[in-house]
C-alpha cells in the first residue's frame, strides 16, 4: 500500500504495511506501519506500548499544568 496522494507521495514515498491483529478479547485492531519485518503482534504490541506513553504525557498534562514539554535539539 502506498500513500496516492501528490503531497503524500512527496513527503513519505516509502510503501506502508497495513496490519490487522485481534487482541484477546476479540476487539480487531488495524495499524499502518512502514516496517516490513516484524509480525502483526510485534506490531500491536508496539502500538499498546507507545499508546501507554501517550497516556502518560496526558496524565502528566492535566495534573502538573504542564502546558507543553520541551527538550533541546539531539545533535548528531
Do not use: C
Request: proline share 5%.
Amino acid at each position: 500500500m502506498a500513500l496516492n496522494g501528490f503531497k503524500a507521495a512527496k513527503d513519505d514515498p516509502e510503501h506502508l504495511r497495513r496490519v490487522r491483529f485481534k487482541d484477546p478479547m476479540g476487539k480487531t485492531l488495524i495499524f499502518l506501519t512502514n516496517n516490513t519485518a516484524l509480525s502483526a503482534p510485534v506490531i500491536a504490541q508496539l502500538y499498546k506500548n507507545r499508546w501507554q506513553v501517550e497516556l502518560f504525557f496526558k496524565w502528566i498534562k492535566q495534573h502538573l499544568r504542564i502546558k507543553k514539554f520541551w527538550a533541546p535539539a539531539r545533535t548528531q
